[in-house]
């Protein structure tokens, strides 16, 4: 059974860094590009970043380009989104995603900034 | 960039009937790298539709995709009460793989 497991979500001031993680199980997450996902309070899905499998391509939404890095570590199964110098309008629940034809996705973290 | 736009905005429709939903590319999507998804409030997003066609695993065939280059539709027939829900298109065809602004499927 596939599981992704979002984990350090929570409350921050403006300006201040959070890293999120995802941990996979249940399928060959080495083999696949995964992806981080956001959606602010009532609104729709936003794209963030993604990254290859061997880690060769990371892309990101230009609204988050310069703040945020995504890494993976294959050998833990474990994806990650370093969020810096983090603002109001970064406030969402922020998903991850596998490659999407595999179509698996976690629950989500709650980021709340706000001072 | 290329830019999705859902419409309608919002579909009024009763169960048993069948739903058509559009969403338009800014640019043309090459390999139909096309997807359709269904939220529901407090849940995750759910894979229906990727290839612009291919049923997701699990999937009803109540719901399929079609479509090419920069037209896309959904259709859903014989809606069930479970599919009132919002539902986004995304390409992934290239970098930002932007996302619809959703169409929301309501009862009429």
């Known amino acids: 059974q596939v599981h992704l497991v979002e984990s350090g979500g929570g409350v921050v001031q403006p300006g201040r860094s959070l890293r999120l993680s995802c941990a996979a199980s249940?399928?060959?997450?080495?083999?696949?590009?995964m992806h981080w996902v956001r959606q602010a309070p009532g609104k729709g899905l936003e794209w963030v970043a993604s990254m290859w499998s061997d880690g060769s391509n990371k892309y990101y939404a230009d609204s988050v380009k310069g703040r945020f890095t995504i890494s993976r570590d294959n050998s833990k199964n474990t994806l990650y989104l370093q969020m810096n110098s983090l603002r109001a309008e970064d406030t969402a629940v922020y998903y991850c995603a596998s490659q999407v034809a595999l179509g698996y996705w976690g629950q989500g973290t709650l980021v709340t900034v706000s001072s | 960039e290329i830019v999705l736009t859902q419409s309608p905005g919002t579909l009024s429709l009763s169960p048993g009937e069948r739903a058509t939903l559009s969403c338009r590319a800014s640019?043309?999507?090459?390999?139909?790298?096309l997807a359709w998804y269904q939220q529901k409030p407090g849940q995750a997003p759910r894979l229906l539709i990727y290839g612009a066609s291919s049923r997701a695993t699990g999937i009803p065939d109540r719901f399929s995709g079609s479509g090419s280059g920069t037209d896309f539709t959904l259709t859903i027939n014989r809606l069930e009460p479970e599919d009132f829900a919002v539902y986004y298109c995304?390409?992934?065809?290239?970098?930002?793989?932007?996302f619809g602004q959703g169409t929301k499927l309501e009862i009429k």
């Open positions: 995304q390409q992934y065809d290239s970098s930002p793989y932007t």
């Open positions: 640019q043309s999507v090459t390999n139909s790298y």
């Open positions: 249940g399928f060959t997450f080495s083999r696949y590009v």
